[in-house]
């Protein structure tokens, strides 16, 4: 008897669906990585400078930056010469 690969998932795929708001979501968040790893690729940025470039709420770029910073995305680096803002940059880690 042959054992058919991902017929659990597939399964589980059918009885429950993904709701449209959470792709939506999800494919919002997908746009807004890429709009910052984008940035990021030109230089290291501040937050107000990735707000301004993304046309952005400082707030929202926040917790982006953050989410992308736990996920090991991005990095930290030195802070700005007022002593306010780090710039981040993207980790080198070989996987973006």
């Known amino acids: 008897m042959e054992i058919e690969k991902g017929k659990t998932a597939k399964w589980l795929k059918e009885q429950r669906p993904v709701p449209k708001e959470v792709t939506g979501?999800?494919?919002?968040?997908?746009?807004?990585k890429k709009g910052i790893l984008n940035a990021l690729k030109e230089g290291d940025k501040t937050i107000p400078e990735l707000a301004k470039i993304l046309d952005m709420p400082q707030d929202e770029v926040v917790f982006q930056l953050m989410?992308?910073?736990?996920?090991?995305?991005?990095?930290?680096?030195?802070?700005?010469?007022?002593?306010?803002?780090?710039?981040?940059?993207?980790?080198?880690?070989?996987?973006?």
Do not use: A, Q, R
């Open 25 to 32: 979501k999800l494919k919002e968040f997908t746009k807004i």
């Open 67 to 96: 989410s992308l910073l736990k996920y090991g995305f991005v990095e930290t680096g030195e802070m700005d010469d007022m002593d306010e803002y780090f710039y981040y940059k993207i980790k080198n880690n070989g996987k973006n």
